[in-house]
């Protein structure tokens, strides 16, 4: 089973860690959950009782990052400055497991299919909520193979020039990525850290092939790199042309201003086409990503959504209403460039409004960003500062239908209790790490009600393509390899703070209903 709290992946018992080991994933006991109950009510079990009322099951999955690998306009070189603290907010831009992504988002769509039933409650997931980075660089090609993901098609992320043309090529003039081809120690992935040596891997892995499809509606939600150039950049027509063009950057001009980086890549980041580059095939089909483009992909899908855009500012927020639970979709990004996230004055209006008019439901914010990456002060185009975190956080804690905030961004599993000063109303912030970096998770939320009281159980969900070992399909091998080479990530992998603590992965969070949601929920 893919729930965690039954069995769990994670290094072999035993295994010496060191600076050149590479570790092999095996199956080890799952993690039990544990009661989470600072808003107050009494810890809830996990298991289903005569008292427990069930209310709804959906999945949470985030920063899934299905990439163009290729592409131009993908400035892989800037790995060479992670050490650099003036680059710390662009790097890493390059993953040695990222061209197994989408085999990784297919594992876990089938695994989803297989008929995933909430523990706590019963219910099977009725709904996919996507949170934001769901493509890697705000390009065409990236959000077809996305849909093809989600509602099922063909999957294909190559270059009309038919062999691969990025940076874990052999040819490539460069020793920082992971070569799959490569000679062992040939790249630094090869000598420092132990990665083996798979032949023939990219080419299976940009490979077309048609998936499944989730078999439930999703809702989408849009992240800074569903907008900008490696999340942080505004996509000028200058940088477009780069995007489909023919010429890829492998190095910084010697002339480059380090000091000015963040800034330069914000509002100019065609500015990193100005060092030496090699030609490649150019690609109609990695045209820019436009908001409209984003909702026709969310429109074909088969999540029912009733639309409320806010005029010429163009954000994607959205209503979508279950019987119970109004789950309301916020878009944070900043128009302007930037990875943080950011909320307009009219936002917030429409925010409240849209609480106010469904006091008779549950109510479940879904935003890329949370609390502390949604930033302030940025002025907007109609003058007035944008909202912070922290005000927009006031607003939803001033409702107390509002019991849940999912979210994303940090890749980093945190799971935190948010109440007003002095106590009173409270809900529960969650945030759920990435696809594409290890544990490689998606998040199971099933909401249940007991006497006066709402549970809300968080189970990690591992797709369920079984540890590397012999015999495995094609697709569950590439699968398995992205989640074990993601392991292996020495800035990312196992032991780095992207897996939070046991607290922020399985556990039951309680929250008092007030007589008034209670008489609700039970008349639902």
């Known amino acids: 089973m ?12 035993g295994v010496a860690r060191g600076r050149r080991a590479y570790h092999r994933l095996v199956r080890l006991p799952g993690e039990a959950h544990l009661p989470r109950h600072e808003l107050g009510g009494p810890p809830l079990p996990v298991l289903p009782d005569g008292d427990r009322a069930s209310i709804d099951c959906v999945v949470h999955m985030t920063d899934l990052h299905v990439a163009d690998v290729q592409s131009p306009a993908r400035f892989e070189f800037l790995n060479r400055e992670l050490g650099d603290p003036r680059f710390q907010a ?3 831009v390059q993953r040695p497991q990222e061209a197994l992504t989408p085999h990784a988002l297919d594992a876990l769509v089938r695994t989803l299919g297989n008929g995933v039933v909430g523990p706590a409650t019963g219910l099977p997931v009725h709904l996919a909520l996507t949170g934001g980075d769901s493509i890697d660089n705000a390009q065409s090609n990236e959000l ?8 099922g098609g063909e999957v294909d992320l190559r270059s009309s020039g038919g062999g691969y043309e990025g940076v874990q090529s052999p040819e490539w003039p460069d020793d920082i990525f992971w070569v799959p081809d490569g000679a062992q120690g040939a790249d630094i992935f090869h000598r420092d850290f132990g990665f083996p040596t798979h032949p023939g891997l990219l080419r299976r892995a940009l490979r077309p092939f048609r998936a499944a499809g989730l078999p439930v509606p999703w809702l989408g939600c849009r992240g800074n790199h569903e907008a900008h150039c490696q999340g942080v950049g505004v996509v000028t027509a200058s940088l477009a042309r780069g995007m489909t063009g023919g010429w890829k950057p492998v190095a910084l001009n010697p002339e480059f201003d380090r000091d000015r980086a963040l800034a330069s890549f914000t509002v100019a980041p065609e500015r990193f086409f100005d060092g030496p580059c090699r030609e490649v095939t150019a690609e109609p089909r990695r045209r820019p990503v436009t908001p409209a483009d984003l909702w026709r992909a969310h429109l074909r899908s088969a999540a029912t959504v009733e639309p409320s855009w806010l005029g010429p500012e163009g954000r994607a927020d959205f209503v979508h209403d279950t019987p119970s639970v109004r789950f309301i979709v916020l878009d944070t990004v900043c128009p302007a460039g930037s990875a943080d996230g950011c909320v307009v004055p009219s936002q917030l209006r429409w925010l409240e409004d849209r609480l106010g008019e469904a006091n008779d439901r549950l109510a479940v914010i879904v935003s890329h960003h949370g609390t502390d990456t949604i930033r302030s002060g940025q002025v907007h185009e109609d003058g007035s500062p944008n909202v912070g975190g922290r005000k927009l956080l006031a607003l939803l804690l001033s409702f107390d239908s509002v019991v849940l905030w999912l979210n994303g961004h940090t890749h980093t599993h945190a799971i ?13 912030e969650v945030t759920t790490a990435s696809l594409i970096d290890w ?11 007991g006497d006066g009281v709402l549970g809300i159980a968080s189970t990690m969900v591992d797709h369920d393509a079984p540890p590397l070992a012999g015999g495995a399909e094609a697709g569950a091998e590439l699968a398995a390899l992205h989640r074990e080479l993601a392991a292996n990530v020495p800035w990312a992998g196992i032991g780095s703070r992207l897996a939070g603590r046991p607290e922020d992965r399985n556990v039951v969070m309680s929250r008092p209903l007030s007589p008034r949601l209670e008489r609700l929920m039970r008349a639902g």
């Not at 893919?2 to 290094?11: A, F, I, Q, V």
């Not at 544990?439 to 009600?449: G, K, S, T, W």
């Open 439 to 449: 544990p490689c998770q998606a998040r199971l939320i099933e909401l249940f009600m």
């Open 2 to 13: 893919p729930l965690t709290h039954l069995t769990r992946l994670g290094p072999e018992p």
């Open 90 to 92: 662009l790097v890493p």
């Open 416 to 428: 935190r209790p948010r109440r007003l000063p002095g106590g009173g109303r409270g809900l529960w």
């Open 144 to 151: 077809e193979a996305l849909v093809g993901l989600l509602d």
